[in-house]
Structures are given as structure tokens and as C-alpha cells.
């Protein structure tokens, strides 16, 4: 037994129980289809104070879902360890999907990741001049910050805790989450030099 089967049966037999299980089940499916996610990443783009951030979470969740859901699922083809490990048994219904990368994970690390990154380097900002610059945000924008990338890790621990993905598809979850956050980041920032440079000529 590798590894990974045997971390996903230790949650089962030591982590599991039935207080925790209605939890981490209604937890687990906050993340189905990406629903919520997306949802979140609209209603900041909706919001005209948050629409340059809802703008960079929206363009990081749509390059994690391409590459989960189209290219490396497939590519990658890996059955649920469900279907593999003896003795283990997942609680919600059976994944309709290969099972790497996780992308429950990944999208929750796609928009929470942009977020983190956005508090840590902060909002790229075009000046009249046509020079980037980037806003420090407030302790308060820091703080949520801190409880959404808190909130994408437990998201993905409930993965491994419903029994639904190996650690190693929450692992690449999270990785290509994170790229996809840093990618969406210097993105918005390449466009929005393009627009401040051609406005700034223009006048």
C-alpha cells in the first residue's frame, strides 16, 4: 500500500467522525462546478470598488478551469481513490471525473489565491503618465484576505476527507491555483500598462 492510500485511510479511521462528517460534507460541496466561486469572483467584478480584483479572480478561475477540466483531467486520466483503495469509502456521490488534478482545490485557490496575492502585492494601478503602480490595500482587505485562503485550504482538506482525491490531486490543485492566481496578477497588469500607455499618448 502506498503512501497515499494509507494517508486517506488514516483521515478515515482516526480523523472521521459523525460530528464532523455533516461539516466536512456541506463544506466539500460549496466548492461543486464552482458555482460559489465563480459566483464570488461576479459579484466583485459587479461591485465597482472591487471590480479590478473580482476582474483578476474572474481571469484566474477561467485559466484553472481550462487546464483542469479540458486539458490535464483528461491527459492525466487518474481513477478516484475510491475505485482503487481497498477498504475506503467515500461520502458524497460518486465523481463523474478523472481525479487529477482536484478541481475543487484548484479552483478555490484560483480566486482566494488571487486574493491573498492582491494583499501582498497589492492593486496594480495605471497613473495619467501611463506608469503601474500598486495601491498597498488596508489591514481590513488583509484580514479577509486571510480568512478566504483559510477558508480554499479547508476546502481542500475536505476533498481528501470525503474520500474523493488522492492528496497528490489536492496538492496539484492548489499548485495550479496558486500559478493561475500570479498569472491572472501580471496579466491584468500587462493589459492594463497596454491601455495606460495608449491613453497616455493618445493625450
Do not use: C
Not at 494509507?6 to 460541496?29: C, G, K, V, W
Amino acid at each position: 500500500m502506498d503512501w497515499e492510500a494509507s494517508f486517506l485511510l488514516y483521515i478515515q479511521e482516526h480523523i472521521r467522525t459523525d460530528f464532523l462528517n455533516p461539516f466536512m460534507t456541506a463544506l466539500t460541496h460549496t466548492g461543486d462546478y464552482g458555482i460559489f466561486l465563480i459566483a464570488l469572483a461576479v459579484l466583485l467584478l459587479i461591485i465597482p470598488k472591487t471590480r479590478r480584483i473580482g476582474l483578476i479572480a474572474g481571469i484566474s478561475i477561467a485559466i484553472e478551469a481550462l487546464l483542469t477540466n479540458v486539458f490535464i483531467k483528461n491527459a492525466v486520466a487518474r481513477t478516484r481513490p475510491y475505485e482503487a483503495i481497498d477498504g475506503l469509502v467515500n461520502l458524497i456521490e460518486k465523481q463523474k471525473d478523472y481525479s487529477f488534478p482536484s478541481g475543487h482545490s484548484g479552483a478555490a485557490f484560483a480566486v482566494m489565491g488571487a486574493i491573498l496575492v492582491i494583499a501582498i502585492l497589492g492593486l496594480p494601478v495605471a497613473e495619467k503618465s501611463g506608469k503601474i503602480t500598486r495601491t498597498k490595500m488596508s489591514t481590513a482587505y488583509k484580514i479577509v484576505a486571510v480568512i478566504a485562503i483559510i477558508y480554499a485550504i479547508a476546502l481542500a482538506f475536505s476533498r481528501l476527507y470525503v474520500g474523493v482525491h488522492y492528496p497528490t490531486d489536492v496538492l496539484g490543485g492548489i499548485l495550479l491555483g496558486i500559478a493561475t492566481s500570479f498569472a491572472s496578477y501580471f496579466i491584468y497588469r500587462a493589459i492594463l500598462k497596454v491601455y495606460a500607455q495608449k491613453k497616455a499618448n493618445a493625450n
